[in-house]
């Protein structure tokens, strides 16, 4: 028993290896908004450490591919992060999370590839699938996503999403 064990756990050790890509991410690797790269109305980071690459496609006009590791946020609470090749065909690998903020910082609310629901109901895949295929995703104003809407109907403005990015409780523990 205690031999396979231990196999099993050098077996483990060399797929980590073998993958030096993995993306693994947790709560406390996401940010106060203010402490991201702003690229016109959005956030981003990179977790593999890799922030030009990110930035890199985020800023092209004819859009790309995000590397692994990148991170992009418009409000606080929802997050796309692009997860190591592999991880999801259908999402192309990214993977969305919901996150509760406070001034403690944040708690991951929900996280997955198709499942993830926003507070509003609104599947983040299903919705930003629509995005053309060479944004990857990434929806912005003109990318051929719905916009988000309020439940009463009414589309967020890019004056209320400003309002939400600067009130990110967050910020206030780091000062920013
Ligand atoms: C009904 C459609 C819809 C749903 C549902 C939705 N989004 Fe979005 N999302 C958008 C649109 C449209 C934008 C761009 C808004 C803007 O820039 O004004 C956006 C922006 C974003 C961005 C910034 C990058 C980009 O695509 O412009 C992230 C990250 C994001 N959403 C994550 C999520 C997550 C996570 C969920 C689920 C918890 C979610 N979204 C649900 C439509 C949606």
Sequence with gaps: ??????KLLLLAGLAVQANAEVVNF???DFKCLAQMTPVRGFF??????????TLAVAKSETG???????V??????????????????????WEFVELKVSEAGSE?????????VNRFGGNCF???????????MICEQDHGCDPITLPN??????????????????????GA
Aim: proline share 6%.
């Design 64 to 70: 790309g591919v995000y590397p692994p590791g990148s």
């Design 44 to 53: 981003v980071d990179n977790l593999l450490g890799d922030l030009e690459a």
């Design 153 to 174: 109907g009414v589309a967020l403005t890019q004056e209320v999403i400003k309002g939400i990015q600067h009130a990110d409780p967050r910020c206030k523990k780091a």
């Design 72 to 93: 992009v946020q418009l409000v606080p609470t929802e997050v796309m992060v692009k997860r190591e090749k592999g991880f999801n065909q259908t999402t192309k690998d």
């Design 26 to 28: 947790d709560e406390s």
């Design 126 to 136: 299903a919705c930003h699938v629509k995005a053309r295929p060479e944004w990857d």
């Design 108 to 116: 991951i609310h929900v996280r997955g590839a198709f499942e993830v």
């Design 1 to 6: 028993m205690k031999k396979v064990a231990i």
